[in-house]
T-cell receptor, first 114, second 114 residues
Framework: DGGITQSPKYLFRKEGQNVTLSCEQN?????MYWYRQDPGQGLRLIYY???????QKGDIAEGYSVSREKKESFPLTVTSAQKNPTAFYLC?????????????FGPGTRLTVL | GDSVTQMEGPVTLSEEAFLTINCTYT??????LFWYVQYPGEGLQLLLK?????DKGSNKGFEATYRKETTSFHLEKGSVQVSDSAVYFC?????????????FGSGTRLLVRP
């Protein structure tokens, strides 16, 4: 089955630690995205990538970093510089091209800072 | 900037009631429009989409018509079920150089009572 996987489903972090969230897709999509969702709120774009070895900041990139070494993988690191990292993180992917913006989402990772 | 506006929730209905969730967008041109659904603790799933003006997207009894003259894409269902309880997001692509990104509304929580 094609799709997007995220791991782990739940993640706990102590203050001051960096953590990395995994996102893998086997849909052969060029574009991948990371969103943050806070309780009762919509999605905010953290980073996105349209091609391997290239990525751009979204609306709330401060305190986060990403890499895109392989087409299938787009890991997100939440650094200790992120002031309020407790949230639900969603990864998505899509085909590139005008009007072909449908994004497919993974199941999400819930990060809690202790 | 680009925006998608949807009615605030929560929307509470009795089973078999009629549902409307309003959505308006600001992107110019002829963007594709989407409705996503998020069940508790899960990622977003595409519910339906429309790719051009006057198109009607439909799935699982839900419908939405792309109204270019009113820049709207309201979600409707004739008879809701308890299992429809979820958060619904309207989405539209950004404009010009941002057309590969999706702009999401803030989400509308639907609660259906037996």
């Amino acid at each position: 089955d094609g799709g997007i996987t995220q791991s782990p489903k739940y993640l706990f972090r102590k203050e001051g630690q960096n953590v990395t969230l995994s996102c893998e897709q086997n849909l052969n999509h060029d574009a991948m995205y990371w969103y943050r969702q806070d309780p009762g709120q919509g999605l905010r774009l953290i980073y996105y990538s349209q091609i391997v070895n290239d990525f751009q900041k979204g609306d709330i990139a401060e305190g986060y970093s990403v890499s895109r070494e392989k087409k299938e993988s787009f890991p997100l690191t939440v650094t200790s510089a992120q002031k309020n990292p407790t949230a639900f993180y969603l990864c998505a992917s899509s085909i590139l091209g005008q009007g072909r913006n449908e994004q497919f989402f993974g199941p999400g990772t819930r990060l809690t800072v202790l | 900037g680009d925006s998608v506006t949807q009615m605030e929730g929560p929307v509470t209905l009795s089973e078999e009631a009629f549902l409307t969730i309003n959505c308006t967008y600001t992107a110019t041109g002829y963007p594709s429009l989407f409705w996503y659904v998020q069940y508790p603790g899960e990622g977003l799933q595409l519910l339906l989409k429309a790719t051009k003006a006057d198109d009607k997207g439909s799935n699982k009894g839900f419908e939405a018509t792309y109204r270019k003259e009113t820049t709207s894409f309201h979600l409707e269902k004739g008879s809701v079920q308890v299992s429809d309880s979820a958060v619904y997001f309207c989405a539209s692509p950004g404009q010009r150089d941002s057309s590969y990104k999706l702009i999401f509304g803030s989400g509308t929580r639907l609660l259906v009572r037996p």
